[in-house]
């Protein structure tokens, strides 16, 4: 009888043994295999997300940068609308869950993130307003204190304007060259609308464009500072509508742009637009 016991005993322990192993095997094989390859696939896609994120990161810190530099740009209005490309691709910034504890649940997060990590519009926006931004600032600093050879270049490609002259110590019908509050570069130029007979020009101060003054077709005055150029307007202005009027007069920046008293209000006008539009048009690198 103690040896039918004992014997059971040793089968029953075996049977146990066998079903453990069985158990084991198939745990390894079902469950811990599974979860340690859903754990590697996690962390192989939050290293990409990290570095997608990297990456879209610096593209907006740059995007950052520009708004933080704080120049004038010419519009306004695109700083506000880069600031609200920065603000939309932060709220579109993506970012891995912690690596959840059940398989089930990493494989639904893999699922969720995989792939789906683009931020290619985003980017494509917040480039594209940082550029409009940084094209206005450009387009600012051409008409903030330009020097006399960006003027006489940006005249010269106007069809209908010719004669282009700069005034000098010795040539300055106004004699405010370089002096505190005076222009630093004025630049006459005539105009193939204005009937050239009708312009009196006593040769004082030779007879090209700065002899015949404003009257031949107009002059780009540039100033050192924004007030100094409204001044000058302001004074200008004092005169309109009397026998003393010297044409339109417009400040852009810190430049005074004017044209002949001898053009029709539209065609000065025109000719003023035509000038701002040079001075301000971008050259393309």
């Known amino acids: 009888m103690k040896k039918k016991i004992i014997v059971v005993a040793i089968i029953v322990a075996l049977v146990a043994c066998v079903a453990a192993g069985v158990g084991g095997y198939w745990w390894y ?3 811990k295999v599974p979860h340690d390859n859903a754990v590697e ?3 192989l896609l ?3 997300v990290n570095a997608i994120n990297e990456a879209y990161d610096q593209v907006i810190a740059e995007a950052q940068a520009v708004l933080d530099a704080g120049e004038k740009p010419l519009d306004e209005g695109k700083i506000t609308e880069l600031q609200v490309a920065i ?8 970012e891995l869950p912690a690596i959840p504890e059940e398989t089930e649940e990493i494989l639904s997060v893999i699922d969720q993130y995989e792939g789906k990590v683009d931020y290619e519009a985003s980017i494509s926006a917040l480039n594209d307003a940082r550029k409009a931004l940084e094209d206005s600032i450009t387009q600012q600093e051409q008409i903030t204190a330009p020097s006399e050879e960006f003027v006489v270049d940006r005249l010269a490609r106007l069809e209908g304007i010719s004669g282009i002259q ?3 110590e010795d040539l300055d019908p106004n004699g405010q060259l370089g002096k505190a509050g005076g222009y630093t570069a004025a630049v006459y130029f005539v105009s193939d609308s204005v009937n050239q007979s009708d312009v009196y020009n006593d040769g004082e101060y030779g007879y090209g464009a700065v002899g015949q ?9 540039v100033y050192a500072t924004e007030e100094d150029a409204q001044k000058r307007n302001d004074y200008l202005a004092s005169y309109d509508g009397t026998v003393l009027a010297s044409g339109s007069h417009n400040v852009y920046g810190t430049v005074l742009v004017r044209t002949s008293d001898l053009l029709k209000a539209s065609e000065q006008k025109e000719l003023e637009t035509k000038i701002y539009e040079s001075l301000i048009a971008l050259d393309e690198a």
Request: with cysteine.
């Open 87 to 94: 603000s939309a691709a932060r709220d579109n910034r993506k």
């Open 41 to 43: 696939q996690y962390e």
């Open 29 to 31: 094989e079902n469950v």
């Open 213 to 221: 003054g404003t009257d031949g077709g107009g002059c780009v005055e």
């Open 166 to 168: 700069a005034a000098s």
């Open 46 to 48: 939050s290293d990409e």
